[in-house]
């Protein structure tokens, strides 16, 4: 599934030397349900998953017999076989956590008690949550004995001396990342390229989040949730989304002045440069679902926390480094909160051509101040959704474009580059051209999900030289160390 490591920094190279001057990534928190990335154990620690075991072989902590082990899996070069590759991973992991407190220098150790003493506001319930969770055969907390469930000081000082290596090896693991981390966000930096993060409007149930802090969620006495998160029918599903996440209380959240919130922003803002929050919607109103509903479909929009909560995130971030997923189903008081707050919203290519020229979505009425994208991890790829359009709108996508639809993508690619939107996300499917088969999420659906991948060959220099000389041609393209090439072609890299 990638590991921050030298295959990461190579791509970022990539990217930089394709005239890129940015990189939004998907949340990179410790995923659970259903691999997915917007359901994760944590909204403040980094996935072990991506922790490079080559890195950690270079610093004598894995043999190279168990680093060949761990990099076997099951999987093909361009889908992912989570199953087998967490197992490795995480056996690899535990290994070179036990030979590290053996015999790693006491600088590196001492790093890490560094790291454990700066972060542990969090770190400890997290690594505390994640020992427990292991211990109880990866139940949720709630199907806990009732003394842990409800964190019981008695029951806890216990189990944390009962699980004393379990939780240090989740600390390790926490530390790890975060070096990792930090040095390739220095490289990309280096290059030139702005890192964008990726922060879900809420948290996964089961996660060290709900367990710490009951009392800011929707939860009744035994710690279930009254009410869930999702979205009504819309564009994506017929039913709705159903997503399962507990709802806030807002009302305490405000009277505590959005403390939470403003420690998970400045974490995230410890990652990345720029956040984009999913589903920006939720903080002018929610849609409530009842818990025991199936679907999405018997719900009700109930009013967020509004202006006092971006004025309350002034307080730490003045000049709100946010991007506003608007999505869906957006009224005049959404946009009117995010327009207030001068934050760029998203425009999405593949909404824009079932409507007529006044559609929102087509370039030519963009605002500046928005972000573009051809799709996103919850469409189809671009290929895929022209495919499977209505002839009407295939046409209107011709005709608007001057195009036979044979290269669809890179053609939507070139109009996103030639909008006067300030931001172009390019997902890396429609960079490649490539089917529905490489679609990273199908929303409303939890399996079969994030599984695609792609590897270095797929890039290659012929598709970075077309997108550099796209870059220049409209005055996007970074320095990212900048090479004197002259990329005199601007056909598609196919043609």
């Known amino acids: 599934m990638g590991r921050l490591g030298d295959e990461a920094k190579r791509t970022l190279d990539w990217m930089a030397d394709a005239g890129m001057r940015a990189w939004q990534l998907l949340p990179l928190g410790p995923t659970g349900y259903g691999d997915s990335p917007?359901?994760?154990?944590?909204?403040?620690?980094?996935?072990?998953?991506?922790?490079?075991?080559?890195?950690?072989?270079?610093?004598?902590?894995?043999?190279?017999?168990?680093?060949?082990?761990?990099?076997?899996?099951?999987?093909?070069p361009r889908r992912i076989d989570y199953g087998s590759v967490i197992t490795r991973q995480l056996e690899a992991l535990t290994r070179a956590e036990a030979r590290f407190w053996r015999e790693a220098d006491s600088s590196d150790q001492e790093a890490v008690h560094a790291y454990h003493a700066r972060e542990a506001h969090w770190l400890d319930g997290?690594?505390?949550?994640?020992?427990?969770?292991?211990?109880?055969?990866?139940?949720?907390?709630?199907?806990?004995?009732?003394?842990?469930?409800?964190?019981?000081?008695?029951?806890?000082?216990?189990?944390?001396?009962?699980?004393?290596?379990?939780?240090?090896?989740?600390?390790?693991?926490?530390?790890?990342?975060?070096?990792?981390?930090?040095?390739?966000?220095?490289?990309?930096?280096a290059r030139g390229l702005t890192l964008i993060g990726d922060l879900p409007i809420f948290v996964a149930y089961d996660s060290a989040d709900v367990w710490l802090h009951r009392d800011l969620f929707d939860l009744d006495p035994q710690g279930n949730p009254h009410h869930v998160a999702g979205v009504p029918p819309d564009y994506f599903s017929a039913t709705g989304q159903r997503w399962g996440n507990p709802l806030y209380r807002w009302d305490v959240m405000e009277q505590r002045g959005y403390a939470w919130w403003r420690e998970r922003l400045d974490a995230t803002l410890k990652q990345v440069d720029l956040v984009r929050i999913d589903h920006f919607r939720g903080f002018e109103s929610y849609w409530q679902i009842p818990a025991a509903e199936p679907t999405a479909v018997k719900g009700s929009w109930q009013p967020g926390p509004g202006q006092a909560f971006f004025d309350a995130l002034r307080t730490a971030f003045p000049d709100l480094p946010i991007i506003a997923e608007d999505l869906?189903?957006?009224?005049?008081?959404?946009?009117?909160?995010?327009?207030?707050?001068?934050?760029?919203?998203?425009?999405?290519?593949?909404?824009?051509?079932?409507?007529?020229?006044?559609?929102p979505y087509l370039p030519h009425n963009y605002p500046r101040n928005a972000v573009v994208y051809t799709g996103t991890h919850d469409n189809d790829t671009t290929v895929g959704w022209y495919t499977q359009a209505p002839?009407?709108?295939?046409?209107?996508?011709?005709?608007?474009?001057?195009?036979?639809?044979?290269?669809?993508?890179?053609?939507?690619?070139?109009?996103?580059?030639?909008?006067?939107?300030?931001?172009?996300?390019?997902?890396?499917?429609?960079?490649?051209?490539l089917p529905s088969e490489a679609r990273m999420n199908l929303p409303g659906t939890d399996a079969g999900n994030w599984g695609w991948r792609v590897t270095f060959d797929q890039l290659g220099e012929g598709k970075a030289h077309w997108l550099r000389d796209l870059a220049m041609l409209y005055g996007r393209a970074g320095d990212g160390e900048a090479r004197d090439t002259p990329y005199r072609q601007s056909q598609r890299p196919s043609d």
């Open 38 to 76: 917007y359901q994760a154990f944590s909204a403040f620690a980094g996935n072990p998953y991506l922790i490079s075991l080559e890195r950690l072989a270079e610093r004598g902590l894995l043999t190279d017999t168990e680093l060949a082990d761990a990099n076997q899996h099951d999987g093909t």
């Open 328 to 359: 869906g189903v957006i009224t005049p008081e959404v946009e009117a909160l995010r327009d207030a707050n001068d934050l760029p919203g998203m425009k999405v290519l593949q909404f824009a051509f079932a409507g007529d020229a006044s559609d």
């Open 126 to 189: 997290y690594a505390t949550f994640m020992a427990l969770k292991e211990a109880h055969g990866g139940a949720p907390w709630n199907a806990w004995p009732e003394p842990l469930r409800d964190r019981d000081d008695t029951a806890l000082t216990a189990a944390r001396e009962q699980h004393a290596t379990s939780i240090r090896r989740h600390v390790t693991w926490q530390a790890w990342f975060d070096a990792q981390w930090r040095d390739l966000r220095d490289h990309a930096h």
């Open 391 to 433: 002839e009407k709108e295939r046409d209107h996508v011709r005709r608007y474009l001057a195009s036979d639809g044979r290269h669809v993508a890179l053609d939507l690619l070139r109009a996103a580059y030639a909008s006067v939107a300030d931001l172009v996300i390019a997902p890396m499917q429609d960079v490649l051209e």
